[in-house]
């Protein structure tokens, strides 16, 4: 990116309905369902989708649910996403390590053709972009880093770098969707309210020497979490994507480690219920937060994705949550006259429809985390016989499915599989 110090200052002024500050996972998606809307789009984002440094399309897999397919699918981007390597969840095993209760989630407890798809984010990334680019009502300026927004009554100011230059645009309504660490809630002072868990996630694809059938594991350790999620194969290995809680103080051992150690530690948390794992990718860590932020007081702006919460990864839930952002923001910018787009009450309609939602996810994904990890009297027994009573009452089943998959309370209409317009 520029050094500030070398920007020359040229200004230029253009008018948009939205401007997009961030083109992640969850900007992008908003763009993209945005393309048909008409309205003026300009999307900023610092890293191309394709550089090494993009944050948002990195090696990780999503698993994205039921829902997500569903919302893609309405916008026209599911068969892209399909025909690339989607790898459909079919089951979820779930287990306590050490413990004998563990439960089965099927796609057949909520009738649907799977629970949820696992997806390199750089195909994800790709293909949301791909959409982009011949949008003409849509602008993106990349590399472009916003450095300031301005809300004023009737518009709100953006100033980004592009290249040399600091460049100055206006529109009606600004979306600031860049991310956990988001430079743009610091300059407004806004700070989400935030919890640093003292684990971090070590990630890497393994392969392994039969079969994953659909089939993905939850298994409750000591350090937290250990996911694996069936991965589309590759030369003909079966492979799963491994997301392992660790403990800080033992993150950094485990990341030395080399291949045959990190197999044989992987091997003997996990057991041997899905094969023997081998050829480990390269680990690579993410630290692990959870925050929210109160619904901010500012003009002509609207906070979505991980800048507005971030949760625990154990339940795969934080892009699907921001995606569920993307869909229902997109269906009032599409329903609202160009004119209207950035009012006051279009600002509420969005965070009182997306506030059940959001706390909902946020809250169970904290639950789960602190529920599992608690060493607290009791509590190791207590979800022993949860699981087991789960295991044997299916209405608990569908319970617990609905919510992880995003198909409770009010849905927007993309979630409901209905394209914008119809
Ligand atoms: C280990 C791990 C596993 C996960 N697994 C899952 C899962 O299975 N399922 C799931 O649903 N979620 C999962 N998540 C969560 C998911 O990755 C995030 O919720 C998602 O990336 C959030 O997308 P975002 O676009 O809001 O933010 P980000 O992904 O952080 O993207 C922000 C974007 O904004 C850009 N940007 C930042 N600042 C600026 C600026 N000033 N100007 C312009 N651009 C800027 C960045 O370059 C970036 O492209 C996981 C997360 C982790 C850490």
Redesign the pocket.
Same mark, same amino acid.
């Given at each position: 990116m520029m050094e500030e110090a070398s920007l020359t200052g040229e200004t230029q002024h253009g008018d948009y309905d939205v401007v997009i500050?961030?083109?992640?996972?969850?900007?992008?998606?908003l763009a993209a369902a945005l393309a048909p809307s008409g309205k003026k789009i300009l999307v900023?984002?610092?890293?191309p989708p394709d550089s090494a440094r993009?944050?948002?399309?990195d090696e990780?897999?999503?698993?994205?649910?039921h829902t997500?397919r569903v919302i893609f699918q309405a916008m026209g981007v599911w068969e892209d996403i399909r025909s690339m390597g989607a790898e459909p969840i079919l089951d979820i095993h779930i287990s306590d390590r050490g413990r004998s209760g563990q439960t089965h989630l099927s796609c057949k407890h909520v009738g649907t053709r799977a629970l949820g798809y696992?997806v390199p984010?750089r195909v994800l990334g790709s293909i949301l972009w791909d959409r982009l680019k011949p949008a003409g009502n849509i602008d993106i300026a990349c590399p472009?880093?916003?450095?300031e927004s301005e809300p004023y009554r009737d518009h709100c100011q953006v100033k980004?770098e592009s290249g040399e230059h600091l460049q100055t645009v206006d529109c009606r309504l600004m979306i600031i969707?860049? !991310?956990?660490?988001?430079? @743009?809630l610091k300059q407004h002072h806004l700070e989400p309210r935030t919890f640093e868990y003292p684990q971090s996630?070590v990630?890497c694809i393994v392969s392994v020497d039969r079969p994953h059938h659909g089939r993905a594991y939850e298994r409750f350790t000591d350090e937290g979490p250990l996911a694996l999620?069936p991965h589309c194969p590759l030369n003909g290995n079966h492979r799963y994507a491994v997301?392992w809680t660790t403990r800080n103080e033992n993150l950094e051992a485990r990341l030395a480690l080399e291949d045959r150690p990190f197999i044989r530690l992987l091997q003997s948390s996990f057991g041997d219920r899905a094969g023997n794992f081998t050829h480990p990718s390269p680990r690579k860590s993410?630290s692990?937060k959870r925050s929210t932020l109160c619904r901010p007081d500012l003009d002509r702006t609207i906070v979505?994705?991980?800048?507005a919460h971030?949760?625990h990864?154990v339940a !795969?839930?934080?892009?699907? @949550?921001?995606?569920r952002d993307a869909a229902e923001l997109s269906e009032i910018i599409f329903n609202t006259p160009a004119g209207q787009v950035g009012t006051p009450s279009m600002i509420d309609l969005y965070y009182d429809s997306r506030a059940r939602d959001t706390k909902m996810v946020s809250g169970f994904t904290h639950s789960l985390v602190s529920i599992f990890t608690s060493k607290r009297l009791f509590l190791p027994t207590a979800r022993n016989l949860a699981l087991q009573a789960i295991e044997h009452f299916p209405p608990a089943k569908r319970f617990l499915l609905r919510r992880t998959l995003g198909m409770h309370g009010r849905q927007s209409g993309l979630a409901l599989g209905i394209p914008l317009g119809e």
């Amino acid at each position: 990116m520029m050094e500030e110090a070398s920007l020359t200052g040229e200004t230029q002024h253009g008018d948009y309905d939205v401007v997009i500050a961030g083109g992640g996972l969850v900007g992008a998606s908003l763009a993209a369902a945005l393309a048909p809307s008409g309205k003026k789009i300009l999307v900023i984002e610092s890293h191309p989708p394709d550089s090494a440094r993009q944050p948002s399309y990195d090696e990780r897999t999503v698993a994205l649910t039921h829902t997500a397919r569903v919302i893609f699918q309405a916008m026209g981007v599911w068969e892209d996403i399909r025909s690339m390597g989607a790898e459909p969840i079919l089951d979820i095993h779930i287990s306590d390590r050490g413990r004998s209760g563990q439960t089965h989630l099927s796609c057949k407890h909520v009738g649907t053709r799977a629970l949820g798809y696992v997806v390199p984010t750089r195909v994800l990334g790709s293909i949301l972009w791909d959409r982009l680019k011949p949008a003409g009502n849509i602008d993106i300026a990349c590399p472009g880093r916003v450095v300031e927004s301005e809300p004023y009554r009737d518009h709100c100011q953006v100033k980004y770098e592009s290249g040399e230059h600091l460049q100055t645009v206006d529109c009606r309504l600004m979306i600031i969707a860049d !991310g956990g660490r988001s430079s @743009l809630l610091k300059q407004h002072h806004l700070e989400p309210r935030t919890f640093e868990y003292p684990q971090s996630a070590v990630l890497c694809i393994v392969s392994v020497d039969r079969p994953h059938h659909g089939r993905a594991y939850e298994r409750f350790t000591d350090e937290g979490p250990l996911a694996l999620l069936p991965h589309c194969p590759l030369n003909g290995n079966h492979r799963y994507a491994v997301v392992w809680t660790t403990r800080n103080e033992n993150l950094e051992a485990r990341l030395a480690l080399e291949d045959r150690p990190f197999i044989r530690l992987l091997q003997s948390s996990f057991g041997d219920r899905a094969g023997n794992f081998t050829h480990p990718s390269p680990r690579k860590s993410y630290s692990l937060k959870r925050s929210t932020l109160c619904r901010p007081d500012l003009d002509r702006t609207i906070v979505i994705g991980n800048a507005a919460h971030t949760v625990h990864p154990v339940a !795969g839930q934080g892009f699907n @949550l921001g995606l569920r952002d993307a869909a229902e923001l997109s269906e009032i910018i599409f329903n609202t006259p160009a004119g209207q787009v950035g009012t006051p009450s279009m600002i509420d309609l969005y965070y009182d429809s997306r506030a059940r939602d959001t706390k909902m996810v946020s809250g169970f994904t904290h639950s789960l985390v602190s529920i599992f990890t608690s060493k607290r009297l009791f509590l190791p027994t207590a979800r022993n016989l949860a699981l087991q009573a789960i295991e044997h009452f299916p209405p608990a089943k569908r319970f617990l499915l609905r919510r992880t998959l995003g198909m409770h309370g009010r849905q927007s209409g993309l979630a409901l599989g209905i394209p914008l317009g119809e």
